[in-house]
């Protein structure tokens, strides 16, 4: 039942994303632009830091990424 | 009719940008921080760890010390519509309160309300809830600039409304057509990621501090990275928003565009250059030592090779048939409110569209008295109120060159904070460090230029090709202005003041008040910053 609620959930999240996008992608080109290029930002600084992380780890003391 | 008094309306316009550009000092860090600050919690709850937290901790600190002040210094303004610019309101209310309404009470609740969540709610909600509440603070933030740049974008592109010649008001027809104004939309995105990358320097810029001074490094190399990217990328947001609204200014207000590339007389395609830099001179009305890119501006503007940009002087000439039937216009308005009738009122609905032109001769006209002008004077008057069009080019030109510059100077600055960070190069680049500290103030001069650029370039108009400014303030004595001018100059230096003392003192802190990470880490890890 859990599943099926969450599974439910989202498919309504995707659906009112997709009416977002179609709407405002239609009547404000820009407004659409400012959300996904937004999350896009965000997701690129995180993955920078996640990178960063990554760079950390694998060093090693004699100076190898 | 008398006019209001030129000294209270100049004062009026001065306390207003006063009031704005200390407002927006504030403004752009905190509509980038909030975004900056949902990315680093988005990394701690994905990776669980607490170097992440601490990091949304202590940025969010320095957020907290900016929203406060930010929300003392915006709450004035919204009144300085009603105290200074009460013939602005009566005019144009219907349509300028409804998105400022929806801002107060939406956005600003909904961003108070969740910046409350925010700071007191890690101990109480979940990883995932209170990342949604950063997220809900980041939009709410962004969104109450949203409506503040519709009410503004509906001054330079009226749309969704309509002047009501019964009741002397603009009308308020449409929300979706006043929503998705293209002004309102270029310019919030414009002016939103603006304040990205100033949030972005101002982490880039004292995660470089603490690099210098070698303090903080795992969590300074990390802020710094993160700032760098989300910099970059928004950086070029700018630029290409910058350009579409260089785009919609040609379309729809050919004089601000004109008067930003100092442009007197009408564009010869594709050779005509984009002057870099110049001495205009409105009185002469020509620029002296111009240096200009040859065949930049037509493509640059019209985004082709062969369209002609008008000029200023052209522009001039242009508006004479329109300040001819805006008299017919008015003159019609006034007969027609005092006598109702329906010939007057189809006479003034013939030439509405120019009623902001007849407006605009009333300084020029006899007795300020459009109704007045005797068939002789016309001429007279249309000549005299022809330069009155034309926004100072001088303060348009070189507030625009200012802002693109920095940009400019962003986007090199960025790209190379990238490439260093990604290539964990940082540390042995100390000039280059320093220049990143010393850069913290400059996005958000870029926004205040941005800010004159658009301001001064819509003038004379507060409702563009509808009201003149000079028709818009309120009827105070030029002693009120100076006596409330004087005190809010010095009440904003205050929070100015405090601002910075509070900024230099917990950024000087250091994120150690959270967890002294340095102290317990791997020496080994950290030399990843230092190659």
Redesign the interface.
């Known amino acids: 039942m859990i599943i099926l609620l969450r599974f439910a959930g989202l498919g309504l999240a995707l659906v009112v994303a997709l009416l977002f996008a179609v709407f405002v992608g239609d ?5 659409f ?2 959300a996904v ?2 999350v ?3 997701l ?10 990554a ?2 780890e694998q ?3 004699e ?1 190898e ?1 | 009719m008398d006019l209001i008094n030129p000294a209270v309306v100049d004062l009026s316009r001065f306390q207003f940008a006063l009031t704005a550009l200390y407002h927006f000092m504030f403004v752009p860090l905190t509509l980038g921080l909030t975004f900056m600050l949902a990315a680093m919690e988005t990394v701690y709850v994905v990776t669980g760890k607490q170097i992440y937290k601490d990091m949304a901790l202590f940025w969010g600190k320095l957020f907290g010390i900016n929203f406060a002040l930010g929300v003392a210094t915006g709450l004035t303004m919204e009144f300085e519509f009603g105290t200074n610019w009460s013939m602005y309101s009566r005019f144009f209310g219907d349509m300028f309160g409804t998105p400022l309404a929806i801002e107060g009470l939406m956005a600003f609740f909904m961003e108070s309300t969740f910046v409350g969540l925010m700071f007191f709610g890690w101990d109480r909600l979940s990883k995932p809830g209170h990342l949604a509440i950063t997220y809900l603070v980041a939009l709410g933030s962004n969104l109450s600039a949203l409506w503040i740049l519709v009410a503004n974008a509906s001054m330079n592109m009226p749309n969704g409304a309509h002047f009501d010649p019964e009741t002397l008001r603009m009308t308020f027809d449409s929300f979706v057509g006043v929503v998705f104004n293209p002004d309102a939309q270029a310019k919030f995105v414009h002016t939103s990621v603006a304040g990205y990358v100033a949030a972005s320097m101002f982490v880039m810029g004292i995660s470089a501090f603490y690099l210098l001074r070698k303090q903080h490094r795992e969590f300074a190399a990390r802020s710094f990275r993160m700032a760098a990217l989300f910099g970059i990328f928004s950086t070029v947001a700018v630029i290409t928003l910058g350009d579409v609204l260089g785009r919609l200014d040609y379309e729809h207000q050919p004089t601000k565009i004109a008067a930003i590339e100092g442009l007197w007389h009408t564009s010869k395609p594709p050779y005509e250059p984009w002057i870099v830099a110049a001495l205009p001179n409105d009185a002469k009305q020509e620029s002296s030592y111009e240096i200009g890119v040859p065949f930049v501006l037509t493509p640059l503007i019209t985004h082709s090779f062969d369209t002609p940009i008008t000029g200023m002087i052209e522009l001039e000439e242009a508006a004479a048939p329109r300040i001819a039937s805006g008299i017919t216009a008015v003159s019609a308005l006034r007969r027609y409110e005092e006598n109702h009738q329906a010939a007057d009122l189809e006479l003034f609905r013939a030439h509405q569209d120019d009623m902001g032109f007849g407006l605009l001769a009333t300084r020029h006209a006899p007795n300020q008295d459009v109704t007045a002008i005797e068939p002789e004077q016309l001429q007279n008057v249309i000549e005299q109120t022809k330069p009155d069009i034309l926004p100072n080019v001088f303060v348009t030109f070189w507030s625009f060159r200012l802002m693109v510059f920095l940009g400019m100077f962003f986007f090199v600055l960025f790209a190379m904070a990238s490439y260093l960070s990604l290539k964990n190069q940082l540390e042995r680049n100390r000039l280059f460090l320093k220049l990143c500290m010393w850069s913290i103030p400059l996005p958000v001069l870029a926004t205040e230029f941005g800010w004159i650029t658009a301001e001064a370039g819509r003038q004379p108009w507060t409702v563009f090709d509808r009201l003149p400014t000079f028709m818009s303030a309120s009827t105070h004595g030029v002693s009120y202005m100076l006596f409330s001018l004087a005190g809010f100059t010095v009440l904003y230096s205050i929070f100015i003041a405090v601002e910075l003392y509070l900024m230099f003192k917990f950024a000087r802190l250091g994120p150690e008040a959270h967890a002294p990470h340095d102290d317990h880490a791997d020496p080994a890890h950290l030399s990843v910053v230092a190659h």
């Open positions: 009547q404000g080109p820009w407004y632009a400012w290029g937004t896009m930002i965000i690129v600084a995180a993955a920078g830091a996640v990178l960063f992380d760079q950390v060093y090693t003391p100076g990424f």
